[in-house]
């Protein structure tokens, strides 16, 4: 167990928002077969099932799901969230305050603090980080948004940080970056290429100790982390083939933990011996995105999308094509909740309502006449021309993704019934990955997670964020361009009051459904299956009825433990009560005064 340092009880309770926990990549089919099957070296080794995709271990550069979310278990934030609703906590500060005016944000740092390495961590490492992504492009790819507000950030002492914005903005600007080590990250010459991939130094509560392609990630615990030494040695990812294989392995005690389970395979699982299921409210969309035009940050198009994609009528059309409900329940089982927007029902103050007048459902004579109005023409075989071109439009698919392959085998009919030959080109992820990146592709099946304040991925749906066709600059949700949006999003940036700053969130994701680059399906579930005789203590985010993996912080893995070390303990460690405990919500005090903000509670591998 963690020990219990002692705390500052700062003032606390802030809009939240940090990139999430996902510890297990997307499941795959095929033949069965394991990358890995060596017995853990000691009981207190958690073993991972997983296939997700890696190109490095750079936080300045990573926004794939399993890099990115090892980095909560390697580098703590300035601020973190809480494991009972997600709302902003302690990291790195213990307390934090505003100016008058929302500008001068001050924090201070927690003193005594480690690297993994036994170098003293204090704020100049938090300002050498953030000034690294101010000043240079190659260090703000993955998180660049989250520092363009930056006027400047000063550490005046080795226990105070102070961020100068260029205007007030709504959440609290020490969220969602790791801070790296300075003594480690200066002395690389092209950090923008480093790998990271192993012998990390960090300050989370595990760091990366090796990495092997396709085969193994491991862990090992930091006695430094500031929590305390957690219980587990090490954790380690060990990559298998495909999902029946992941499956095979958890029946058989060859793994301790999946996540990311199809409907299917968790129905599967249910009764078998010493595997305990987890049903979690997720925090992720699925969806399929449309090529709407893809340019960069310049407008400068590339890529080999539809001309017709460009319409937005056409858009809508596919939507008003696709019997939503019907996939749900056909492909996901009900293990997924209905969708509106990019932004999941789990936070009801920024999800756009499922009332609100932009929402449209499954209606094929409206999708027939927005393709009359874009000028596509039925043809004799029932596929709508123009100029002399068919309308045939390319829906790229992982091949190892059985939803996906699910999802594509319904569509085909539905778009034929509205004028549209639609041919499914299945492909391995790595394949999808590039040619998205290209823009070559007219629709593909994509998913993120969304962290509980929404101003990340509001983000990126902006037009400055869109990156080149080699994936240079920002990262973009749709590759999507829409100045009514932009204006919607520095709008609600800014915004002090949750209530107005709620409407102006809103009002931006109806306009993303209005315009339609791309079609949200649904919010599915977390399914998850543990070896319940190997370990226990999981901490689920949120607390009532959320998920192990995935969270967005590191309390998941964090805070377990091998079956019967709790008996074993002495009582002076940190418990699941006392983790969950520490999470408080933030005040945040502007000048003298204070006020309250309420507490809120692959397909595609990226975060």
């Given amino acids: 167990m963690f020990t219990h340092p002692t705390l500052r009880r700062g003032l606390r309770r802030c809009l939240a928002g940090v990139a999430a926990l996902a510890l297990a990549g997307s499941l795959a089919a095929g033949p069965a077969q394991a990358a890995t099957s060596e017995a853990p070296e000691s009981e207190n080794v958690l073993r991972i099932a997983t296939d997700g995709f890696i190109d490095s271990f750079n936080p300045f550069t990573s926004f794939y799901l399993v890099p990115t979310n090892t980095f909560r278990y390697m580098y703590e934030n300035l601020v973190a969230n809480d494991a009972e609703d997600g709302s902003v906590t302690e990291g790195l500060?213990?307390?934090?305050?505003?100016?008058?005016?929302?500008?001068?944000?001050?924090?201070?740092?927690?003193?005594?603090?480690?690297?993994?390495?036994?170098?003293?961590?204090?704020?100049?490492?938090?300002?050498?980080?953030?000034?690294?992504m101010m000043d240079k492009e190659e260090m703000a790819v993955a998180n660049g948004s989250l520092v363009e507000n930056f006027d400047k950030v000063e550490a005046p002492d080795e226990s105070t940080l102070v961020i100068t914005l260029k205007e007030p903005q709504a959440n609290n600007p020490g969220q969602e970056i790791p801070v790296v080590p300075e003594h480690v990250w200066s002395k690389i010459d092209e950090p923008g290429e480093f790998k990271n991939d192993e012998e990390s130094v960090g300050s989370g509560p595990f760091q990366l100790e090796s990495y092997e392609a396709n085969k193994s990630i491991t862990l090992k615990a930091n006695p430094n982390f500031w929590r305390g030494e957690p219980e587990l040695d090490e954790i380690q990812y060990r990559y298998y083939t495909n999902s029946d294989a992941q499956v095979q392995a958890i029946r058989s005690g060859e793994v301790d933990f999946i996540s990311g389970l199809s409907p299917d395979q968790f129905t599967a699982l249910e009764g078998a011996d010493n595997v305990e299921l987890n049903d979690g409210d997720g925090?992720?969309?699925?969806?399929?995105?449309?090529?709407?035009?893809?340019?960069?940050?310049?407008?400068?198009?590339?890529?080999?999308?539809?001309e017709a994609l460009k319409d937005k009528r056409v858009r809508q059309a596919i939507r008003a094509g696709i019997d939503i409900e019907t996939l749900r329940n056909q492909v996901m089982q009900d293990y997924a909740q209905p969708a509106t927007s990019f932004i999941p029902s789990v936070y009801p103050t920024w999800a756009l309502k499922d009332d609100d007048p932009v929402i449209s459902g499954f209606d094929v004579d409206r999708a027939k006449k927005l393709l009359d109005e874009?000028?596509?023409?039925?043809?004799?075989?029932?596929?709508?021309?123009?100029?002399?071109?068919?309308?045939?439009?390319?829906?790229?698919?992982?091949?190892?993704?059985?939803?996906?392959?699910?999802?594509?085998?319904?569509l085909g009919p539905w778009m034929e019934d509205i004028g549209i030959d639609l041919k499914a080109e299945s492909t391995d992820v790595?394949?999808?990955?590039?040619?998205?990146?290209?823009?070559?592709?007219?629709?593909?099946?994509?998913?993120?997670?969304?962290?509980?304040?929404?101003?990340?991925?509001?983000?990126?749906?902006t037009c400055g964020q869109r990156p080149d066709a080699d994936g240079n600059g920002g990262t973009s949700q749709d590759g999507w361009c829409s100045e009514e949006f932009d204006k919607l999003y520095r709008a609600q940036h800014v915004e002090l009051d949750e209530a107005e700053r709620a409407e102006l969130v809103q009002e931006a994701l109806a306009v993303h459904y209005e315009e339609a680059p791309s079609v949200t399906l649904w919010y599915p579930s977390q399914l998850e299956a543990i070896r319940?005789?190997?370990?226990?203590?999981?901490?689920?985010?949120?607390?009532?009825?959320?998920?192990?993996?995935?969270?967005v912080g590191y309390w998941g893995y964090a805070s377990a433990e091998p079956v019967g070390a709790d008996e074993a303990s002495s009582g002076g460690g940190l418990g699941v009560g006392g983790w969950v405990g520490i999470g408080a919500a933030a005040i945040v005090v502007l000048g003298g005064g204070g006020w309250l903000l309420s507490r809120r509670k692959s397909s595609d591998d990226r975060e």
């Fill in 93 to 132: 500060a213990t307390d934090w305050s505003t100016d008058d005016d929302g500008k001068v944000w001050t924090y201070t740092i927690r003193p005594d603090m480690k690297w993994s390495d036994g170098e003293p961590l204090t704020s100049e490492d938090v300002a050498w980080t953030y000034n690294q």
């Fill in 283 to 306: 925090r992720r969309f699925n969806g399929i995105s449309i090529n709407p035009g893809i340019a960069d940050a310049d407008d400068n198009e590339f890529g080999t999308g539809h």
């Fill in 374 to 410: 874009a000028g596509w023409e039925e043809g004799s075989d029932g596929i709508r021309t123009k100029d002399g071109q068919k309308l045939e439009l390319r829906f790229l698919t992982d091949a190892d993704e059985p939803i996906e392959q699910n999802t594509a085998k319904f």
């Fill in 430 to 461: 790595d394949t999808v990955s590039e040619r998205t990146t290209k823009g070559d592709y007219d629709m593909y099946f994509s998913a993120w997670s969304i962290n509980p304040d929404p101003d990340y991925q509001l983000s990126i749906n």
């Fill in 532 to 551: 319940s005789d190997r370990f226990t203590n999981f901490t689920k985010q949120p607390t009532d009825g959320g998920v192990i993996a995935n969270q």
